[in-house]
């Protein structure tokens, strides 16, 4: 997603619904080979001559229509942001490190002594009506995010570092006063003022500063309260990367064509078709070679690994798969999270028990051919020393469960355990729709809660729509007690973006004084030091995984299928825009 942390990072992952089968008969020989097989492949296709021309298909994997919302600040699904990738470029490249570069639509340089970051646009990065961006292009997603009226999810108390964005927010300022325009709106530099400066700051994905422009000459006469909703941002939204909107047929398909002003020079293929399918028809499609780049699931991968003509590419996303506990409620007067004492869910020994009751290894080596893992802690292994190889998480253990269960008072009354006041306990599970493995993977946990004596209940009986899904966690439904749900993360890891008291996205509600400390301090001055960051993200592990307001489940390979007669389709961090390909590179080979 071409968004800084509090985006990418909060960006809903539209693989947030597990993907699994059950009842698989894989031997456990032959789950093992294909995740031995899912390791060893490539990061890209090979690397050939590129011809001009051709129609790229592209396949969304969802089951059901993108929302259609194309605008980083004020998106907030992984759908839609894959929809939009052929023409979403962030302002700035970087290494496989994930480091920022000035390689980029922009470049950047920061200047700890003066608490300021410089962003500067190069000429001739222009939009695809071929205006230049400009200064007032950076400046605007910052009020596009901090004013109230466009109920922006993405805003978080990381942007109010810097200076004046948080009285914008309040409604106490007409401008944000840290944002500095030293050649004017139409210059291509701005000036970030920041109170403090982070040690995430260098990284993409940070959350502290955006990593998007919004074209403002075309935004501008929109009231904030209809941007969302307006024409600019659902049919004729305006891109500066490689490719520009055709045609969208709603929910559908999105037709894209070269936008003739980009400023690498003119884009390889003559077109690229952003198409929805269903997970469950996906391998059909690439089996069939409907599409050229596809997404496999992976309960599906034995149905589609030797299919001819194609060139299989990996990796392990930055992402993860969880189960949310609310245990409160967004409160939009006070901008923040705010636990309720008295939530059926905010009982410590009640979620770590069913967090133990859940057999994920089990279901995830027997049913996935070996392409889904469990993981200990919500930092995954590919943030090396940030990540605690030494934390167990929640490893399936009954007898732990029932014990945790009987020394809290939740007896049992029958069938069912009770409440320790010895009222009745129904707790309702939302999952989303998937794959055709989701229903059993749901059923599977709802049946190992029930075997410690939780009457668990599927909400309304059926799996909910994706868009409602997320509809019902962020206006935190009553009827909703605990979730299965996932994140695509950024490439910076602090979470506070995600887990903050002050963010949105915290889905869980969960806002304790130990969470502020821990996440404060992962992103103090302090945090420079490398080791003492690591130590502070360990400690945020450990304090997470002990309380459980949101239980780490796991990840999968990313496995994807592209058409052999393409190149220059790579899954590497210095290929990508913040988490997505730059399509300016693929092309047909001759």
Known sequence: MNKTKILRAAGIASAAALTLVACGKNSNTANNQNAKTASKFPQAVPVKETKQGGTLKYAIKTDTPFTGVFSDELSTTAIDSSVAEPGEESLFDTDDSYKITNKGPATMKLDRNAKTITITVKKGVKWSDGKQVTAKD?????????????????YSSQLEEI????????????????????????????????????????????????????????????????????????????????????????????????????????PKLDKIVSQVISQNSISQGIKSRKFDVAEVVNDQWNEVKDTKGVNFVAQIPLAYHYIGFKVGKWDAKQDKNVMNPNAKMNNKALRQAMGYAVNVDSVDQHYTSGLSFRIPTLIPAQFGDYFDKDAKGYNYNLKKANQLLDKAGYKKKGKWRVQPNGKPLTINFMAMTGSSAQEPTVQNYIQQWQKIGLNVKLLGGRLTEFNSFYDKIQNDDPQVDIYMAGWSLASEPSPASMYGESSPMNYSRFATSKNNKLLNEIDSQKSFNHSYRVEKFHQWQEYMNDQAYVLPLDNSYKVIAVNNKLTGYSTKPSDNSNGHQLWYKVGFIK
């Open 138 to 154: 950076l400046e605007y997603p910052y009020e596009i995010l901090a004013n109230k009226k466009t109920k922006a999810q993405r």
């Open 163 to 266: 200076e004046g964005v948080k009285e914008y927010h309040q409604g106490k300022s007409k401008t944000i006063s840290g944002i500095e325009m030293p050649d004017g709106d139409n210059g291509r530099t701005v000036v970030l003022h920041f109170k403090e400066m982070k040690p995430g700051m260098l990284y993409s994905g940070n959350g502290y500063f955006w990593e998007s422009a919004a074209p403002y000459h075309y935004l501008k006469n929109i009231p904030f309260e209809k941007l969302q909703s307006s024409d600019q941002i659902r049919k004729k939204p305006l891109y500066f990367g490689p490719y520009k909107v055709e045609k969208i047929v709603r929910g559908q398909s999105v037709t894209w064509v070269p936008n003739k002003y980009y400023w690498r020079g003119k």
